[in-house]
Nanobody
Framework: QVQLAESGGGLVLPGGSLSLSCVVSGGTFSSLSMGWFRQPSGKEREFLGSISRIPGMTYLQDFLKGRFTISRDNAKNTVYLHMTNLKPEDTAVYYC???????????????????WGQGTQVTVSS
């Protein structure tokens, strides 16, 4: 049974940076593709990007390029979301998700992922 646990959320000023981590247990992490989503309060969950197992190809939504990056460390069973130049509209609960198959495109959705973490709150406010 695959389990995921996000961490690293918190309150940050506009223009600041924050890195989120997601530790995976109960499965073979290196065999899993990983994705990041976010869900603003009162809105639907939004796909941000994904990273494949090995060699770790990444996909990132166009509106996040230049600010967000996704990486993974298979030795630590961890996937990361590095966020810079944060804006108030980035405020949301951020989720990581796992899948056996790699989905890389703007059309990826929650249905393309099998396991989910509980989420971590990111608030960008002055």
């Amino acid at each position: 049974q695959v389990q995921l646990a996000e961490s690293g959320g918190g309150l940050v000023l506009p223009g600041g940076s924050l890195s989120l981590s997601c530790v995976v247990s109960g499965g073979t992490f290196s065999s899993l593709s990983m994705g990041w989503f976010r869900q603003p309060s009162g809105k639907e969950r939004e796909f941000l990007g994904s990273i494949s197992r090995i060699p770790g190809m990444t996909y990132l939504q166009d509106f996040l390029k230049g600010r967000f990056t996704i990486s993974r460390d298979n030795a630590k069973n961890t996937v990361y979301l590095h966020m810079t130049n944060l804006k108030p509209e980035d405020t949301a609960v951020y989720y990581c998700a796992a899948a056996r198959d790699y989905c890389a495109g703007y059309g990826c959705s929650t249905r393309d992922f099998d396991s989910w973490g509980q989420g971590t709150q990111v608030t960008v406010s002055s």
